[in-house]
């Protein structure tokens, strides 16, 4: 859930944190690569953000900060690999919303996300989309509403598979609605496309960063975003809540983590690289124009990256357990 803060306060926190002298990490650390798993398939959302977040903090440590994809299982391989790995600072994770849901979708998790990691900052935060068919019967978001109630399970709703943050934003429309639908899984969001286009699935909520360049091609019906406000890089889009769903926020949040036991000097210093990185006019910009901005300065501490973890965890857990469906 976002975290709304005053403009004096996140500048006041950005001077801060702006004229806190350099953090000095122990030994001669860092002297090697540093490797950023990212737990999806390569060309996915969190592998934008975590690529050009990478480049960035190599520039400010001084080493390479080298992508590795490590899919597989929900995010949850590649977050286990960073839980079991050498506490040096030389292993991290960017991982999206995917690591607070995964606490409840997999009843057997072999890490904890909580206590297996060092909470490094929060990153950046992704809206979503509603998308219909070009075809569908309406144009608005209440439209969608409407046939949603009307048709029930005759509506087919697709999502990216379990525990994707598609699965997640159609799972808390059902709960908000009272109404269960027929949801079609898929491997990931690129076979999605051409099949709500050629009209054979109905509806999907997406990230901006994938769905922009199909709202820009007008090859579908773009009718609410998961946001409090409206985009500008979606303009004429409403939010759910003015078209008739209040309180119906959904953001991709992405956080940086290392493995538990990392020193708090090496920490501290990997803290420091990324905010950096989100504070780089390149990186901003890119963000900005994916609809996807760095996090407020105040949430790019290690303390507010836990906090937040700990709270979307549970804001999570009677949505996903209601929901009734385990990754295991």
């Known amino acids: 859930m976002t975290t709304t803060i005053s403009r004096r306060g996140a500048l006041a926190a950005g001077a801060a944190l702006l004229a806190a002298p ?6 001669n650390w860092p002297d090697q690569a540093i490797t950023m798993v990212i737990p999806f398939a390569p060309g996915g959302p969190t592998d934008a953000v975590g690529r050009m977040i990478a480049e960035a903090m190599s520039r400010d440590l001084g080493v390479n900060v080298v992508v590795q994809n490590v899919g597989g299982a929900g995010g949850t391989t590649g977050a286990n690999r ?8 030389n292993t991290i994770l960017l991982h999206n919303i995917g690591m607070a849901t995964a606490a409840i979708l997999y009843r057997r998790l072999p890490f904890d996300p909580v206590d297996s990691f060092e909470h490094l900052g ?15 019967p309406g144009q608005t978001f209440a439209d969608m509403i409407r046939y949603v109630r009307e048709r ?11 525990g994707s943050a598609s699965q997640l934003c159609g799972t808390l429309l059902q709960a908000s609605l009272g109404v269960g639908v027929t949801t079609v899984s898929f491997t990931g969001s690129g076979p999605i496309y051409p099949q709500l286009i050629a009209g054979r ?13 199909h709202i820009r091609a007008n090859s579908l ?4 975003v998961t946001t409090a406000e409206p985009l500008p890089q979606v303009p004429g889009v409403p939010t759910a809540g003015q078209a008739g769903l209040p309180g119906f926020e959904v953001t991709i949040w992405h956080g940086l983590y290392a493995p538990k036991g990392t020193p708090a000097p090496v920490a ?11 504070r780089d006019e390149r990186v901003m910009a890119r963000l900005n124009d994916l609809a996807s901005p760095p996090e407020p300065v105040a949430r790019q ?15 999570w857990r009677p949505i996903l357990q209601a929901a009734g469906q385990f990754a295991d």
């Not at 960073?82 to 600072?89: E, I, K, L, N, W």
């Not at 029930?152 to 379990?162: M, Q, S, T, Y």
């Not at 019906?221 to 609410?224: D, P, R, S």
């Not at 501290?268 to 950096?276: C, D, G, I, S, V």
């Open 152 to 162: 029930r399970d005759a509506v087919n709703l697709a999502n990216a598979g379990l």
């Open 268 to 278: 501290a210093r990997l803290n420091q690289a990324l905010r950096f990185a989100l």
């Open 221 to 224: 019906k773009a009718l609410a």
């Open 301 to 315: 501490t290690q303390a507010a990256h836990r906090a937040h973890l700990i709270a979307e965890i549970e804001r």
């Open 122 to 136: 929060l990153v950046t935060a992704t809206p979503m989309v509603w998308l219909a068919r070009p075809d569908f």
């Open 201 to 213: 699935l109905d509806i999907y909520c997406d990230q901006t960063t994938s769905a922009a360049s």
């Open 22 to 27: 350099a953090v000095r990490a122990q030994g």
């Open 82 to 89: 960073v839980a079991q790995a050498r506490p040096d600072g």
